[in-house]
């Protein structure tokens, strides 16, 4: 009787256990099933070695430079709720300057559909698009010098040829014949200065309208159409506001071990075709008007294996081309480098650049001719 009675509690324990256990695994499969939330903390480092020669008409011998800097140092935070939500920030101090690139929400509406809304890249130019530490150069070239805040010429916006801004974007990858991708999105104008935009004068909001389409694998080119809010004197009354049509059209093309990009930007000028002048009456001080165009082409040659410590060698070739006003001679500038980039782990890497850029006598891009050697150290976290 009383082994019956053990026999008879131990079999009821074990069932309790096994049921227990189950419900545990019932509750462990719910909440795997449930969005994960997910928080990446990722950062980069750039020391860079700049040596340059400038070409300065007052000087008889042209100053020979060196700089050692933090080029970059970048932290970005991105936190994920499932594959439907995220959030990025990301905050860089570069030249002594903390500055907020990429702050964005960005959420799933609808199979395939995203909407951002932030402060993120503008959807116009795939080398701008890229992250640096993806491409083999050190700078993007002179159309990524004219397109940044701190470096613009005589405008009163950033030449629009890449650049963040403040907005809103919808993108779509369609189901359809050559895979195609639109992105659709409106940005805070970004002129210069902090004078209000009347909104009943003018519009202060710059639209895109993007399509990519990838016709084989690793093979994609894309168009863009945009309007750019820039005011058209530098000296202006109330109605100095006006906005330039701009159109792009590029090609990323992947083929074995090399890949180029190609891009080419034509649309209403935003320079003004006049130097600042301080004491010229309004009429000689410079309009914005007539057609700018830009160009750009990078190709890379990518090795891979040739020794345990270099995982890549990578040897590149890039250009650019701007001019301002199509109509006016001799306002035009182009760049020329070359250089290879070491990969020698897979955080760490290593590139040197010479860079030539030349620019005519007229300054109104605000960039002189000059020949830099670059060198620079990278890793990523």
């Not at 009163?156 to 659709?184: K, N, Q, Y």
């Not at 590029?250 to 090399?258: K, L, S, T």
Request: aromatic residues 6%; contains cysteine.
């Amino acid at each position: 009787m009383l082994i019956a009675l053990v026999i008879a509690f131990t079999s009821g324990a074990a069932r309790a256990q096994e049921a227990g256990v189950a419900k545990e695994s019932e509750k462990g499969e719910a909440k795997d099933d449930k969005p994960a939330d997910e928080l990446d903390l990722e950062g980069r480092v750039f020391v860079r070695s700049t040596l340059s020669r400038l070409d300065i008409e007052a000087f008889d011998d042209e100053p020979v430079l060196h700089d050692l800097s933090l080029a970059s140092a970048r932290l970005t935070a991105d936190y994920k709720m499932g594959k439907r939500f995220k959030v990025v920030v990301e905050a860089e101090l570069s030249n002594n300057d903390l500055d907020l690139k990429d702050v964005f929400v960005r959420t799933r509406v609808a199979e395939d559909v995203n909407l951002t809304a932030g402060q993120f890249k503008k959807p116009i130019s795939p080398i701008a698009l890229e992250s640096s530490w993806r491409l083999p150069l050190v700078e993007r070239g002179l159309l990524g010098d004219l397109d940044s805040r701190t470096t613009a010429p005589d405008s009163s916006v950033p030449l629009p040829f890449g650049g963040r801004g403040i907005g809103a974007a919808v993108e779509a990858d369609l189901d359809a014949p050559l895979a195609p991708r639109l992105t659709a999105a409106i940005f805070q104008h970004s002129i210069i200065d902090t004078e209000i935009i009347d909104m009943r004068e003018a519009l202060p909001l710059d639209p895109f309208l993007r399509v990519r389409i990838e016709p084989v694998r690793e093979m994609r080119f894309g168009a863009t159409f945009a309007v750019i809010t820039h005011r058209n004197r530098r000296i202006t009354s109330s109605e100095g506001i006006d906005h330039a049509p701009l159109g792009s059209l590029d090609a990323e093309v992947e083929r074995g071990p090399v890949k180029v990009w190609l891009e080419t930007f034509l649309g209403g000028s935003t320079v003004y075709d006049r130097p600042a002048c301080g004491s010229c009456p309004i009429d000689e001080a410079g309009i914005a008007r007539g057609t700018m165009i830009g160009a750009r082409a990078l190709a890379a040659v990518r090795i891979d294996g040739l020794a345990a410590w270099l995982r890549r060698l990578e040897p590149f070739l890039a250009g650019s081309y701007v001019d301002p006003h199509l109509d006016v001679d001799g306002d035009h500038a182009y760049q020329a480098a070359t250089g290879v980039s070491l990969l020698l782990h897979e955080r760490l890497r290593l590139q040197t650049e010479i860079e030539v850029t030349r620019t005519s006598d007229d300054p109104l891009l605000m960039q002189a001719s000059r020949t830099v050697l670059y060198t620079q150290l990278g890793a990523v976290f």
